[in-house]
């Protein structure tokens, strides 16, 4: 059973700079895609950023495009995303995702789901 456990979320002023972490247990993550999707109160769950197996492929929704940088780290079995330039906006609960059977991206969710880490930017 494949476990994704988030941390890193935090109260931060707007402009500031946070780095999530999202850890994996219970499969071959460097067989893993591996995507980040955000929900902000009273809004629909919507896709930030994901990564391919291997790294060398990413991709960002235009919200956050230029502000956000998805990374991994395959020995760690664990994946990262850089917010920079903190916006109220990107106030939030942050989730994993992951899958080893598709190609994740924009409109694509894996099975497997962690449980979040609450990110709340303060202007």
């Known amino acids: 059973q494949v476990q994704l456990v988030e941390s890193g979320g935090r109260s931060v002023q707007a402009g500031g700079s946070l780095r999530l972490s999202c850890a994996a247990s219970g499969g071959a993550f460097g067989s893993f895609d591996m995507a980040w999707h955000r929900q902000a109160p009273g809004k629909e769950r919507e896709f930030v950023a994901a990564i391919n197996w291997s790294g060398d492929t990413a991709y960002y929704a235009d919200a956050v495009k230029g502000r956000v940088t998805i990374s991994r780290d395959n020995a760690k079995s664990t994946v990262y995303l850089q917010i920079n330039s903190l916006k109220p906006e990107d106030t939030a609960i942050y989730y994993c995702?992951?899958?080893?059977?598709?190609?994740?991206?924009?409109?694509?969710?894996?099975?497997?789901w962690g449980q979040g880490t609450q990110v709340i930017v303060s202007s």
């Open positions: 995702n992951a899958d080893s059977d598709y190609n994740l991206g924009p409109g694509v969710l894996g099975r497997y």
